[in-house]
Structure formats: C-alpha cells, structure tokens
C-alpha cells in the first residue's frame, strides 16, 4: 500500500504537491477544462480528470498529505440515488417502459460475506427500520465513464468504493440519518466470494474501499454489516454515467459562500469553481466543481470538502421537496433512463417498483428531520490512514442499532414504572441463543450454555438454550407479551444488562435472551459507562448537518478569495 505522511505545515494542514503528486486533482481550470498534460487524459476526452490517487487500490493517501476523506464528484453519484429513489417510478409510460426500466438495472448478491447479522424483529407496531447502503464506484468501464472520469489507463482496473454512505430510515419513518466513512478508513474486510468468477478472497485488514474489489457492492455490505453491528437491507451503486444529467434535470442546487472563492493557483491546484459571496443555484459542470473542491474551502482539505457535499445533498433534497423542477414527463423519463442504467442493486431491490415503493418511505420522512454525519474518526499510527475514533464511533452506530434518531430529537418518553415480574423465576420459559457469530472473530463455542448456568444459578431454572448460530452486536431480550415486560426487565437486572437491551417485538415467541458480540467472554455482562443512560444523540464529532439548515454557509480560505 502506498503510504504517506500528513506531518508539516498545519496551517494548511498538507503541503503542496507538484502536478506529478497531485494527479490533477482538482484540476479543472476555470473555463472547466483540464491541464493539456493531466496524466491519462487528453482534451478529446472531455469530461473531468480523476481525482489525486484513484488509479491506486489504497485508497489514495496523497504523498505527503492527510488521507483524503472527501467525496469529490463522485458524491454526484448520491444525488443520482437520490433521484432515482424519489421519481424514477414516476416515469413509467405503460407496462412496456416499466420492463424496460427494469432491464437496464443491473443487480447483484446483497451480501457476500459468510454468516452475516440476523435482521432485527419489528417494533411492538410491526415495524422496522430501513437501512440502505448507498455507493459510489470509480469504475471506468465503458466509454461515457472514461470520459466523465478519465484516467483512460483504469478502465481495466477493478473499481473502487469511494463514496460509501449508510441511510438508515426510523422505524416509524419519522426520521432519517445518514452517515458517511472516509474512503481512507482502515477496516476488517471479511472474507468475500465474487459470485461470478467464484473466486474467494481471504479476510485482510485494508482501506474501506478497496472493499469493492472482493467481489462487488455484496462485501462492501458485508464489511460495512461487521464495522456498524447494523443489519443492512439493501445497496444501490452507482457510476459516472448519468450523473451530470441528473444534476441538470434538478434545476439548480442553491449553495452559499462566506466569502468570494476561486479554487485555482499557479500550480493548476483547485476545482476551477469561481462564486462571489453569497448564495448560488449550481448545475452542471459548476455542481460538480463545487463537490469537488478542496483547495478553497476552510483548510484546503478533504474535511471541508465534504462538509461543502452535506450542504449540496441537504440543499437538493429540500429542492426535491419543492417538486418544482422535475414536473416535465419528459424531464422525468431521461431522468428515469439515465437513473437506472446507472444503478446496481442489491437482489430484494431489482424492479423500479421497489425502486419507487422505497421513494416513497424516505419522502415520508420531514426535512426537519434528516441529519448528516461523518464517522468519528481519528488518524492511525503515524498519521497515515483514518481508523474509527473510539468511543465515539461506537456510540453513533449504536444509535442506529437502537434506531434512536442522530438529531437528539426523538420524543422523550416519560419513565413509566417498571412493571413487576407476572412470573415466577423457575417458572419463567427464557429461550438463551448464541449470537456471537462474527465473520471476522469467529464465533465463540458455548456462549448460550455458559449464560444458561448462570441463569439457572440466578434460580431461572426454565431456561434452556437454542443450538442455532446468530449473529447480533449487542445482546437483547425480546418477548411478544406485554405482560412478559416485567419479568423481561427483573431478568436483565439479574444480569446486569441496561434497559435499552429489553424490547418488545410483534413476531417475538415467548422470551428470548440473544448473546451478542458485546459480551463475547465470562458470566458476566461487561460494563461500561453510560449502560444505564444511552445516549441521544451524535457526537460532536460526527459533525451533523440538519436537512433543513438553509443557512449553511461553507468558509472560504483567504489564500482562494479574491
């Protein structure tokens, strides 16, 4: 793996590479053209340049700066998901079209990894929550996305998952989080199978996008499964191609600037992206330069960057909202087309009817309550990859996990007093299931009787095991009956679990006692601090955007003003 340093100048956080180092990052000049000697790409091209590294399987940490975390253009490629989800099936003229459409998705496995996390039981309501992986390849594998990536020397190289987003859906629909990884990321990648090739590629410690090359968007889910403990139900991936187009037929993303910014230097640095001061409706070729822009926002790196990109999609879903733009059926059939030959789904995701059943949850979901997040994220040994930051990494998966909004806005419930037990403990029928099935650690033999004797020892003497193998982050107990409530919580008293591991599910039998892979050893539950109070919301450190923030403005470097 290429490897590099981020020490030096902190005031611009990266010292500045020559065009060799930088491989035209960025490089676009003002007019939106290219230097005539960017490497693998000539003016008959067209399109934009690849962004610093992304002929490179590492993920791209630039020579002698911080691993990059921002999305660039690609994170066009999530407004495309976006759109698709939103009014792709608003474009169907008959059920001729509607095939159609459905045969220009390509589909593939939803996950490639072996065992794989159980999907949570439904609420006491019947409902669950949606979590959907959504993805942006580099790959160059046809002429279109050459020329809108570059870089014609990689068209045979195995694309890369650059842009890598989890969107996770409450189960009630009343709000939706969303979380973003550093490409950068160092992560366990479990042992994937490509399903078309068979070929097995073994578990290995490397960037979160490489995960891609395992075998396709069904590793990537799988690696992303093993990293959050959140079951995930579906993926949608998508490429170069229709991007543009797509950014067009919005009609404009209104964008702010403190101040006036030109991305370009001497050196050719810079995304070519010239706004004065103020708020700007962008499309085309000007939306792409301001998601990728760097070299001109805050400290001229990757982590202003995508707070540029978190303003833009929150700024184009609340344009969405409007429903202004998009009323054209023309308008909307070259949006569908392009859409779906752009997208590879998961196999529960493969019709344009799903595509648009699913649209319809997320526009249930009010602006107000959309909140943007970047990892916790801290750097590894020698400032040379990203890793999560612990502790606060953790804490925001589990709120997805616990489906507890990222906003801090969930309504409060009133502590109710805790109801008491309706059966006696021998008598009381406690189901104990291993789920320690980890695809990277292996499960642990034994977990479901080691916690079955204790039990007994705490007079449960009901309580018997289930030889089947799960797979759950966190340990819980589940019961169908209302009225089990109370011997459900004096249970997880006897056994130090906090409150939040007892929930009520509609397709619960009985009670059931899951062993997650938070309590892998010893009789009894690991403590740690805040068991008992849960937080509520994301970390500062995640750095949240809320979907209905219109005032957000991205700071400009003074070096980049003019």
Partial sequence: ????????????????????????????????????????????????????????????????????????RKVLRWTALTLAV???????????????????????????GGGGLKKPDPNAFGQSPLNILLLGSDGRNSAENIKLGGARQDADRKPLADVQMLLHVSADRSNMSVISIPRDTRVTIPQCTDPKTHQVYPQTSAAINQSLQHGGPGCTLATWQELTGVYIDHFMMVDFSGVVSMADAIGGVPVCVDNNVYSHDSKGHGSGLKLTKGTHSVKGVQALQWLRTRYGFEDNTDIGRAKAQHMYMNSMVRQLKKGTKLTDPGQLRDLAEAATKSLTVDDGLDTVKKLYDLGGDLNRVPTKRITMVT???????????????????????????????????????????????STPKGELKVVVQNGTNSTVNGPVSGRAAVIQQRLAGLGYGAAATDPALTTQADT???????????????????????????????????????????????????????????????????????????????????????
């Avoid at 606060?392 to 502590?415: M, P, V, Y």
């Avoid at 011997?487 to 899951?514: H, I, W």
């Fill in 1 to 72: 793996m290429r490897q590099s340093s981020v020490r030096g100048d902190r005031s611009r956080r990266r010292r500045e590479p020559d065009a060799q180092e930088l491989g035209w990052d960025d490089g676009l000049y003002s007019d939106g053209g290219l230097p005539p000697d960017a490497p693998g790409w000539t003016p008959a091209d067209g399109g934009v340049p690849p962004e610093d590294g992304d002929t490179s399987a590492d993920g791209g940490h630039r020579k002698g700066g911080r691993p990059r975390r921002g999305k660039g």
């Fill in 86 to 112: 939103l009014i792709v099936g608003g474009a169907g003229a008959g059920y001729w079209y509607y095939e159609h459409l459905n045969a220009n998705l390509r589909k593939a496995p939803r996950s490639l």
């Fill in 375 to 421: 990892m916790p994220w801290q750097y590894g040994p020698g400032e040379q990859y990203v890793e999560p930051k612990p502790g606060d990494a953790e804490a925001t998966f589990a709120l997805l996990r616990n489906d507890t909004a990222l906003d801090g806005k969930d309504k409060k419930k009133k502590a109710a007093p805790a109801p008491k037990p």
């Fill in 476 to 562: 819980t107990i589940t019961y169908g009956d209302k009225r089990l409530r109370g011997d459900a919580l004096a249970l997880a008293k006897a056994l130090g679990l906090p409150k939040g591991a007892v929930r009520e599910s509609s397709s619960a039998t009985g009670m059931r006692l899951v062993i997650g892979n938070d309590w892998r050893t010893g009789s009894a539950y690991p403590k740690t601090s805040g068991d008992e109070k849960s937080a509520d919301k994301a970390p500062d450190s995640a750095d949240a955007l809320n979907g209905e923030d219109s005032k957000a403005c991205m700071k400009v470097n003074p070096q980049y003003s003019f």
